[in-house]
């Protein structure tokens, strides 16, 4: 899918949230644990209930890696249901990978060829040959982890650091800097946390243009109408995800309908936003 593409997805379903498919066994309601395939029963719920208030899925790799093999065919499973009944949507890997470039351009395979998805998270840390791999396969998106929505991103993303272009910018700046000069910078998209609110005007003097995969609204706290403010751009530029505060919004048998209640709460305060923002 382009970056065009994800736009148009967006007007249409005046929406621009990603819901987070973050599945644990020990929070899933009683009744779905009685199925075959309890993770991949929870995700179909889940997904066909609130399809039409989102723009995007993320799967974090985490959550199926925990139940083995199992765990990986659920994986699958869930995103060959997106591709197959919902096509428009925009599917995320969220694995965190990056390593040497043959390395590196394995992940790629097993995530954007093997499993199909649009897109997969990246750790910049091993810098552009860890990355390049990835940004090679078109029409696929690789997002880079800039400012993390975690206490621990203050450790080493903020630390200053010296560069031609920036001399005094933090280590979070220079990652965006530097890899806009990466071959195929194009397909970069960034991880901006919705606790750093305050960050994103700087964050898009540097990156006006790139989208944005903005997690930590809902559980981690974070204020969308305070993102909106300072990190929309002229394609709104933010897929905002939220994991826990919608799918475990129940766990009892009503979960899906509840699920869709929560995500149907942040598409109206999305349309709002972009309604005011694309009035004239
Ligand atoms: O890459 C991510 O998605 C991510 C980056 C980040 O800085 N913070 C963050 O919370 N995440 C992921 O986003 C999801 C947030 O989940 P909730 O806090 O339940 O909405 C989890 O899958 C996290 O692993």
Redesign the pocket.
């Known amino acids: 899918m382009t970056t065009q593409q994800l736009f148009e997805q967006i007007q249409l379903k005046k929406s621009f949230l990603c819901v987070?498919l973050?599945v644990d066994l020990t929070k899933i309601p009683q009744h779905i644990l009685a199925l075959e395939d309890p993770i991949f029963e929870f995700n179909k719920a889940i997904i066909d209930a609130t399809h039409d208030l989102a723009v995007s899925y993320?799967p974090?790799t985490?959550f199926y890696e925990a139940y083995g093999i199992k765990g990986w065919i659920s994986l699958q499973k869930t995103i060959n249901y997106i591709n197959e009944n919902y096509p428009d949507l925009f599917t995320?890997a969220?694995a965190?990978r990056g390593d040497i470039g043959n390395t590196s351009s394995m992940y790629a395979k097993a995530f954007f060829e093997d499993l199909n998805f649009d897109s997969v998270?990246v750790a910049p840390y091993m810098g552009k040959d860890s990355v390049e791999p990835f940004l090679a396969f078109e029409n696929k998106h690789t997002?880079l982890?800039a400012l993390?929505?975690?206490t621990g991103?203050f450790d080493f993303q903020t630390l200053k650091s010296k560069s031609e272009k920036l001399p005094e910018a933090e280590l979070y700046q220079q990652v965006l800097e530097i890899s806009k000069n990466w071959t195929n910078s194009k397909n970069l998209m960034y991880?901006v946390?919705a606790t750093k609110a305050t960050y994103f005007s700087e964050i898009r003097k540097i990156v006006p243009d790139s989208f944005l995969?903005v997690?930590?609204?809902?559980?981690?706290g974070g204020n969308l109408a305070e993102v909106c403010a300072h990190g929309m751009n002229d394609q709104v530029g933010l897929l905002i995800?939220?994991?826990?505060?919608i799918i475990y919004a129940s766990n009892e048998l009503d979960f899906a309908d509840k699920a869709r209640a929560e995500a149907l709460k942040m598409q109206k305060e999305m349309q709002v936003i972009l309604e005011a923002k694309f009035s004239n």
């Open positions: 987070g973050d993320k974090n985490a995320i969220d965190k998270t997002i982890l993390t929505s975690n991103a991880v946390g995969l997690p930590g609204v809902g559980a981690q995800n939220s994991s826990r505060a």
